[in-house]
């Protein structure tokens, strides 16, 4: 999976339209970024990268690129990413 196609299920997690997200958001800023946002992204983390992911993990994190960060090695970042 390339890193466009984890911004694609994170656009698909907050309902959002495919490809709005570019990574530099401020996940703050995001609607549907909330506790259940969190909840949400460590079951996609789970379900399609086998990656258990931990809530202070996620805390850590400020933007859309930080989380895709965090599955680091499962995911093959494109030359422009």
């Not at 680091?72 to 422009?80: K, N, P, S, T, Y």
Request: aromatic content about 4%; proline content about 2%; glycine content about 10%.
């Amino acid at each position: 999976m390339e890193r466009n196609d984890c911004l694609l299920l994170f656009d698909e997690l907050l309902e959002l339209d495919p490809g709005t997200l570019k990574g530099s958001e401020v996940l703050d800023s995001l609607d549907g970024w909330d506790s259940l946002g969190v909840i949400s992204f460590m079951a996609l983390a789970d379900e399609n990268f086998g990656i258990n992911l931990q809530p202070r993990q996620i805390a850590g994190c400020t933007t859309v690129a930080e989380l895709i960060g965090l599955l680091d090695g499962r995911i093959r970042q494109q030359a422009h990413a």
